[in-house]
Every structure is written in C-alpha cells, then in structure tokens.
C-alpha cells in the first residue's frame, strides 16, 4: 500500500505575518510550522504504515526551506520526502498550487492521498478537492475518522453536529481535519536519520501535463485586493441588567440572529 502525504509549511501565526508589496505572503521573513491539519494527516498515513505496512511518502511544495517540514515528517516515521520548489511556481493561489502538486503527483504510484482541509494561511479548503479533480479520482473531505477495507477506504466525514460514513474504492483523496488524531512526536532516532536522508527536488520539468498558463502568480486568477495581518474588531455591546432582563435580552439576540 502506497500513501502519499501532501503537507505544507505555513507562516507560525502566533508571531504575525509579513506581507511582499504585492500582497501575497513574505514566507522567507516568519516563521514556520507545519499545517496542523496536514499534520494530523501525516499521522493517519503512519498509522496505516503502522497497520498494513504501507509505505509513506510526503511531498511539499514551496520555498527551499519546505525541506524542514519533510525532514519533520521523516523523523515522524515517513519513508519519502519530495520538494517541488521552483521560481516560477511562486505566489500560486489554490488553482496554481493544486495543478502543481496534482502534475508532481502523476511521477507516482499510490493508493491514498491524503492532504489536510486546510490550511492556516488561506482557510480556503479548496486545494485538496481541485487535486482529486486534476487527477480524476475520487474525494472526501473533512475526514474525522478513517480505516482501509480492502481496496476501499471507508471515512467517517464530519459534517455539522454529525456524521457522514463514505465509502470509496482506492485510488482516491482524503482531506483529513485537525481533530482526527493526535500527531506522534519526532523521535531521537528519527531525527537523526531525517537529518541524514536525501530529499528529492523537482522543479517545473517534473510536472507532468501541467500548463505553463496555470502556475505561479501568473497562472493565478485569484487577484489580492488587500492583506492585513489581524483584523480589528470594534469594541461590542455591553449592557447592565438585572438577571430577569438579561435573559429576556439574551433570547431576543438570539431569535435575531435565528440561533433558536
């Protein structure tokens, strides 16, 4: 069983964010984490590796310092690690990155893709599903929960205050949530060992079936009005009541707002 691990390396949020002129992120200036859903992915995949012995690659695409996140997930327990870093993939929104990632994916073999839904720098949760389209496989996101049946992947998709249970036949695309797993540490040995395995890097000639028209800023339709990096939010409503008018208060805002 071969699993493929998309993981991506976003700006430490905690410490602010830098923006270029044009609007799109000063990656080289912050600092950087893996994507936390990425990351409960990648700990799907090992657990599987665990299970089935299923062989475990990851694959990032961005600056040349992507590598720490791979070198992470290699001292995590990942076999594989694969840079596609280039300068002309740069400042790609999700259609440019997911045709990217989808025209490195076609290099390999695999059963499961397994990406994060989102990322913390964007939130757009798009990037997964347009890979399972460039690649024409089956999708399901927002996994909470996931186990193999023989060449199906059975799913358990959060949705509201609830559940769905989705079935799909291998090869197809998981788009796992932060929620699904606790992340296994680095260990001692893993660390050295990442520190010492070779990354592969591609660049745009290892795409395959990818237009030069749809990477990079350029091939990027999304245009950026305006970035900032905290929005402020005004100052809220405050009112003093007695306990009987507070509760009156509180249920006419919710009917308003048809919470109930």
């Known amino acids: 069983m ?40 990648l700990e799907a995949a090992l657990r599987l590796k665990d299970q089935y ?4 690659t990851v694959l990032t695409m961005g600056l040349p310092k992507a590598e720490e ?3 992470e997930a290699l001292a995590m327990g990942a076999d594989k690690g694969i840079l596609v870093t280039d300068r002309v993939l740069g400042g790609a929104d999700t259609w440019a990155t997911s045709q990217t990632i989808a025209g490195a994916l076609r290099n390999l073999d695999y059963d499961l893709i397994i990406t994060g839904r989102q990322a913390i720098d964007g939130d757009t949760a798009q990037v997964g599903p347009q890979i399972s389209e460039h690649l024409n496989i089956p999708v399901i996101s927002y996994a909470q929960n996931l186990k193999i049946e023989g060449d199906s992947v059975v799913v358990e998709r959060q949705f509201d205050d609830r559940y769905h249970v ?10 796992a949530l ?24 591609w660049g745009r000639a290892n795409l ?13 339709p999304t245009q950026i009005a305006k970035a900032s990096d905290k929005v402020r939010k005004g100052a809220g409503e405050k009112v003093v009541l ?9 249920m006419d805002k919710l009917l308003e707002k048809h919470v109930i």
């Open 69 to 71: 996140v791979l070198r």
């Open 208 to 220: 395959v079936d990818v237009d030069d028209s749809n990477l990079g800023l350029k091939g990027s």
């Open 2 to 41: 071969k699993v493929v691990v998309c993981i991506k390396q976003v700006p430490d949020t905690k410490g602010g964010v830098k923006f270029n002129p044009d609007g799109t992120l000063d990656r080289s200036a912050m600092l950087a984490i893996m994507n936390p859903d990425d990351k409960a992915g």
């Open 178 to 201: 932060a929620e699904l797993n606790e992340p296994r540490y680095m260990t001692p040995g893993g660390i050295f060992d990442a520190f010492d395995a070779e990354i592969t890097v």
């Open 53 to 56: 012995g299923a062989e475990v």
């Open 242 to 250: 007695d306990p009987a008018e507070s509760v009156d208060y509180i």
């Open 166 to 175: 989705l079935k799909a036949k291998m090869p197809c695309l998981i788009t």
